[in-house]
């Protein structure tokens, strides 16, 4: 998943939404839903009021009725949009193709879990590469599409398609072989969706049972974006004329989901943190995790940006994808955590701190992060916590 704004699976997507590439002079992408930071998305925003208009029920109470924020993520899946931009993200789901069709010995026979299902693309790979059975557990109305896909395909012997949340579903089998699952948010964590699949796997997944994928982990380094700052952030100090700067301070809050062109990265990419989805516990994605940025060249820094990648060591051969600047774009893009400071860093500097990120006490899938850092350099000399929200 991913949602990913701009992905955000569509629609609870964090602030994100604009393409960047600053510095490279290249066009801006087109800005993605809900992307409310950017005046120019409002064509898209209301075209998509209008299109969601034709199916709402006039029974549900639209905006200001008592939803909560969970409600609308997992309103959000249930319109096909998000599906359709998730599978279309030929890295992410190419790979968890290649994963199942290319290791079917790992499937052949066994009981699988598919936890958040979606449209069934992953039971779906499973099922074809001979699994014994795939449940396939989605919370939202698309586990309605799901059973109609599953039966469309023939795969009704084969695969269970249970609407619920997996926290509150009755599983037919009292263990699975393998879970597979698709969780991963902007910046990794945003959405929380791991602990759904911890939570699956302290439940049902045999001893000695695989998860897949195993491995993510998260990364940091930093680049020049002045054109960009400039465009999203500096923008408010003089709208039309008029100050408008106690918004900057709350766009400075809010990670910018968005590419980020290899040309801008100044410094090498820094290892945050490595999780092992099969061992860890509900308590290690929250953590605190020391930097060292050091500078390729001479250049100004604006930003931090971090990515993650996600690896199935299970596989025959060790298979993964990166959503990093370096690597082909997918709809997680990059997290850009802009700096209150521009940085005049000199090649060979090193830019040191440390991240914490943890999920927000009152509203669990919206992460919390704080980056404290300094840089004692021979032309600038600045030390700094920032702290910033991905919601
Ligand atoms: N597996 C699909 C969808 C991935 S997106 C694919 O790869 O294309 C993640 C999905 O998990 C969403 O459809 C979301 O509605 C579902 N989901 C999230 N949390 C869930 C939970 N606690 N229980 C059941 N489904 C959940």
Redesign the pocket.
Known sequence: ???RKGGN?GGVTPSSGQSSSSGTGSAPEVPAKMSVADPEGVDEILEERTESSNLDDPAEPLIGSDKTSADYY?DS?SHFG??EE??KDTV??KT?QNVIYQNTFLFKDKVVL?????????SLFCAKAGAKHVYA????L?ADMAKEIVEANGYSNVITVLK????EIVLPVSDVDIII???MGYFLLF?N?LN?VLYARDKWLVKDGIVLPDIASLYLTAIEDADYKEDKIEFWNNVYGFNMSCIKKQAMLEPLVDTVDQNQIVTNCQLLKTMDISKMSIGDASFTAPFKLVAERNDYIHALVAYFDVSFTKCHKRTGFSTGPRSKATHWKQTVLYLEDVLTICQGEALVGSLSVEPNKKNPRDVDIVLKYSLNGQRCQVARTQQYRMR
């Open positions: 998943m991913g949602r699976k997992f899946y998000i599906h998730m599978l992410r789901t968890y598919d936890v958040g299902a979606g449209t069934g693309i992953l557990v989605e919370c939202s698309m619920g949340k997996v926290e699952s698709e969780w959405e969706m759904t």
